[in-house]
């Protein structure tokens, strides 16, 4: 959902998806002629690059946290296992072309990738199918999340998406995700796998009951859709799916559902065994009443921290939002333990308090970052109607019961992380000013805005506030190429060839910097010169090396 209109031994959130897929595969053989047209922004990002080899196009998704391991059910009994449910359900016609061979064949090639986004799928998918055998639905959707995100809760795309489900903002809050300072239902399982039940079946109705329209307007919404239906109409073309003319992701979207439900039907034909999943409910979501800190709420659970934090994705910070959704997901097996213990603790000891004297200069504001709570928050607990505050008195904060660097998947943490990631080249800090805008401070540091974006855990159009301080990495200013530079001594280049259509507004200097190469080299392959202008629509041929970006 990349448009605005809009276990059980379990490892959970591996560094890796769809987008990423080449990161872990580095030795599968593959063709060094892999000719395929991409079109990318304004810098060719490692997943630009990887899926124009998977004659992909899918939007860049980021995966910001690591995998954890932990139990949430006793062991599966392979006779009972959930991919026969599913399999034995499975619906779809599956037309054997070359768009869905494509996409089949890779992940026939790529079984480890499979088994990983089963073990990220587990504590969730039985769920996920239960729910929309419930609302009637095609069991082949189950799978969605595999295309969209890999399974992963806390996955963003530079096109503001979030989630497992991939909602943009706008589409979360029309189909019931609340989103604020403290939860973003988009994370949320739940929340969210209601809320794309209820726009898949809004889509469905949309198109006239065609599950293969619905899906690629899920995609690339309604409105493009409808109006690619509507142009073949007009000019007495078929208005299936398969013959309308749209955006390439699109394109590669839905063939790549239908390439893993002919896998999941047919898993001998491709030598292939898949990770077992349990055919019961692993998890429950469990009342909770009240705000709570996350970190107490897993000490009753018997849960590390992470682990919590990992099965209740939604919440941004260190508690659970004062004004609800008030349950959290638990695991089946600790379910009792749990609520037994939940009704034992007081009101009171849910969050950890301090008492605060105001000093001169505060602000609810200011006393709300710095104890890194809301000021809402302060307001309800401390009865102040207004915004003024009297220096001397003093307000009773709730605050987190641990340091907050041991909330690794709240929403600060997982930003310092991104930040904090080793880029090439040098690493600056700008403190936005009243004015700034990311395009200025990209063109102020020679650096592009996705590149800007990305090392900041934003989206490009994403405002930036005074104060604000933004990582900047700057290439070297050698003249040393960076495809050659930059790979590790012991690696060998691997090249791949790739064919770019030309965008408006190209030139050969924004081509070369979007896939680190030489305007020198772009003039060689493809016969041209650097004084003459490129066209939009152009087809140019790049060697690219992906030592550094699969």
């Known amino acids: 959902m990349k448009y605005i209109p809009l276990t059980l031994s379990v490892a959970l959130l591996i560094s890796g998806c769809q987008s990423t897929i080449f990161q872990t595969e580095k030795n599968s053989n593959q063709s060094n002629d892999l000719s395929t047209s991409i079109s990318a922004g304004e810098i060719a990002s490692p997943s ?85 055998e419930a609302n ?55 929340a969210s796998t209601q809320g794309a039940i209820k726009y898949l079946k809004y889509l469905h109705k949309y198109f006239d009951g065609d599950w293969l329209l ?32 749209l955006p390439r992701e699109t394109r590669a979207y839905v063939p790549k559902l239908l390439a893993l439900a002919d896998i999941i039907k047919h898993p001998e034909d491709f030598n292939l065994k898949l990770y077992a999943l349990d055919n019961k409910s692993v998890i429950s979501k469990v009342d909770i009443g009240s705000q709570i800190d996350l970190a107490k709420a897993a000490q009753l659970a018997d849960l590390s921290l992470a682990e919590l934090q990992r099965l209740n994705p939604g919440f941004n910070r260190w508690a659970t939002d004062p004004a609800g959704p008030h349950y959290l997901v638990i695991p089946n097996n600790k379910k009792e333990l749990f609520k037994e213990k939940l009704a034992k603790l007081s009101k009171s000891d849910r969050l950890a308090w301090q008492r605060y004297q105001i000093k001169g200069g505060d602000s609810l504001s200011t006393i709300a970052k710095k104890f890194s709570t ?76 996705r590149s800007l974006a990305k090392w900041n855990g934003m989206a490009p159009r994403d405002t930036i506030k005074p104060g604000q301080e933004l990582v900047i990495w700057q290439k070297p200013s050698s003249n040393v190429n960076f495809v050659k530079a930059s790979f590790h001594p012991n690696e060998q280049p ?57």
């Open 136 to 190: 009637e639905m095609p069991v082949e959707l189950t799978l969605l999340p595999i295309v969209e995100s890999a399974f992963d809760p806390f996955a963003y795309s530079h096109g503001r998406a979030s989630g497992m489900w991939q909602f943009v903002p706008g589409t979360g809050k029309r189909f019931g995700m609340k989103q604020n300072w403290w939860y973003d239902g988009r994370r949320d399982v739940i």
């Open 48 to 132: 630009e690059i990887n899926h124009a080899l998977l004659a992909d196009g899918t939007v860049e998704v980021i995966h910001p946290v690591t995998d954890i391991e932990f139990t949430v059910s006793d062991s599966i009994k392979v006779s009972d296992d959930l991919w026969h449910h599913i399999r034995e359900k499975l619906s779809f016609e599956i037309p054997q072309n070359k768009r869905v061979l494509a996409q089949r064949d890779w992940y026939a090639r790529h079984p480890s990738y499979l088994d990983r986004v089963a073990k990220r799928a587990e504590p969730f998918m039985f769920y996920i199918v239960q729910e929309l």
């Open 374 to 449: 809301s000021t809402d928050l302060i307001k309800q607990i401390n009865n102040i109607k207004g915004s003024q505050i009297r220096e001397g008195k003093h307000l009773l904060i709730p605050v987190a019961a641990k340091s907050l660097d041991n909330y690794i998947f709240s929403q600060q943490q997982r930003l310092t992380k991104t930040k904090n990631k080793k880029q090439l080249g040098t690493k600056k800090l700008h403190k936005v000013k009243r004015g700034d805008t990311l395009w200025d401070i990209s063109r102020a540091y020679k650096v592009s805005t």
């Open 214 to 245: 619905a899906l690629a307007a899920y995609n690339s919404g309604e409105g493009r859709v409808r109006r690619a239906v509507r142009a073949n109409a007009r000019k007495n073309k078929p208005t299936d799916f398969w013959s309308l003319d």
């Open 494 to 550: 691997i090249m791949r060839n790739i064919t770019y259509k030309v965008r408006r507004g190209d030139s050969f200097a924004r081509i070369a910097d979007k896939f680190n190469i030489s305007i020198r080299d772009i003039e060689r392959w493809n016969s041209l010169n650097r004084k003459k202008y490129l066209q939009p629509g152009q087809m140019l041929k790049l060697s690219v090396d992906v030592t550094n970006n699969i």
